[in-house]
């Protein structure tokens, strides 16, 4: 997949978190036990805004990420190629499970790799339904 359609569909993926935001923060609380963060306290409401947002800056990073020409001495061409490097295991923990999902997931995606994740057994209802809306954002 071209690097400008990787960031395409994370910039998607973060319109579709954007507007199921609500039920994600409900969500997450219900996870995590964490306060929703109505009325400008620290809550879901902050960890919902920040997961969104590092999945837009990941986005950007898509066509980013090159190689370089190396000078050398001599008649020679040297350079860097940055290729995704497969499949990334992910372990979270039950603390921050949205915000340390995107911490993991964007870039990866963002550099073209595959994931696995292994959520926390107490925190895994984020997760799940981040899974439903990559389904639906069509990534591979």
């Known amino acids: 997949m071209a690097a400008s359609d990787r960031g395409k569909l994370l910039w998607k993926l973060a319109d579709l978190m954007e507007s199921h935001t609500e039920y994600l923060e409900e969500l997450e609380s219900l996870d ?5 963060g109505r009325e400008g306290q620290y809550g879901t409401k902050v960890d919902v805004a920040l997961t969104i ?17 190396i000078p050398v001495d001599g008649n020679t061409l040297c350079y860097t190629r940055k290729e995704p490097v497969g499949v990334c295991g992910c ?6 499970p949205l915000a340390m999902q995107s911490w993991k997931l964007a870039p990866a995606l963002a550099a073209g790799c595959t994931v696995v994740m292994k959520t926390s057994e107490n925190t895994p209802l984020t997760a799940l339904f981040v899974s439903q809306l990559i389904a639906q954002t069509g990534f591979p």
């Open 53 to 69: 947002a590092i999945y837009r800056y990941a986005a950007g990073w898509c066509d980013k990420l090159n190689g370089d020409v």
């Open 91 to 96: 372990i979270i923990p039950w603390n921050f």
């Open 32 to 36: 995590n036990g964490k306060p929703l």
